[in-house]
């Protein structure tokens, strides 16, 4: 069964940095399939913020561009998003998504068929 448990987040002041984990398990792995990151603000939708192919090709939302980094590690089966120069706007719950093995990137949520419950991340003015 493919579990998806992600870490780190917390509350910041505007500026900070924050680095997300989400260890995956041994049924899926990280390096056949495209993985990505959302987060859903309060009261609004699930938004793709970065997302990784089985290639490490990366696509990133432009409000995050620049400042945050998606990446994989193949050896630990894990995924990171390394969040820089934080701002209030992006205070969220910050989810981890798989695909099924299928290839690509996108930040249609349909595209994933395994999440994660989440991490909050909540920056301060």
């Known amino acids: 069964q493919v579990h998806l448990v992600e870490s780190g987040g917390g509350s910041v002041q505007e500026g900070g940095s924050l680095r997300l984990k989400c260890e995956v398990s041994k049924a899926y792995s990280v390096h056949v399939g495209s993985m990505g990151w959302f987060r859903q603000p309060p009261g609004k939708e699930r938004e793709g913020v970065a997302a990784?192919?089985?290639?490490?090709?990366?696509t990133y939302a432009d409000s995050v561009k620049g400042r945050f980094t998606i990446s994989k590690d193949t050896d630990k089966n894990t995924l990171t998003l390394e969040m820089n120069s934080l701002k209030p706007e992006d205070t969220a719950m910050y989810y981890c998504a798989a695909s099924h093995g299928v290839r690509g990137t996108s930040f249609s949520p349909d595209f994933y068929s395994f999440w994660g419950q989440g991490t909050q991340v909540s920056v301060s003015s």
């Open positions: 990784i192919d089985f290639d490490r090709s990366t």
